[in-house]
């Protein structure tokens, strides 16, 4: 089990900056991916950016060069800092991280945070 609570977001004008923060605690040395996704109003969950266990990382188009994903091992902390921000990175962000034991693939997901882009 993984467990992933997201914080940070609210309300950014465009061209703004804001990070987020997620927190994973449970088995997390199993964590073969995590990452971010994001849904917006009437549209379907997408893939915002991962990174893998190797520290390979994965950027949707839309996002790459404003975007970037770190995380803190220490602190069992992943972030996201997303700069240059636009009306249409208006969302729900989701934490995500997929589990593999033995072949065997869970995905788990924060609750949430809403992040909203002024024009």
């Known amino acids: 089990q993984v467990q992933l609570v997201e914080s940070g977001g609210g309300l950014v004008q465009a061209g703004g900056s804001t990070r987020l923060s997620c927190a994973a605690s449970g088995t997390i040395s199993r964590i073969s991916v995590i990452g971010w996704y994001r849904q917006a109003p009437g549209k379907q969950r997408e893939l915002v950016t991962t990174v893998s266990s190797s520290g390979s990382t994965n950027y949707a188009d839309s996002v790459k060069g404003r975007f970037s994903i770190s995380r803190d091992n220490a602190k069992n902390q992943l972030y996201l800092q997303m700069n240059s921000l636009k009306p249409d990175d208006t969302a729900v962000y989701y934490c995500?991280?997929?589990?593999?034991?033995?072949?065997?693939?869970?995905?788990?997901w924060g609750q949430g945070t809403q992040v909203t882009v002024s024009s």
């Open positions: 995500y991280a997929q589990v593999a034991i033995w072949g065997d693939i869970t995905d788990y």
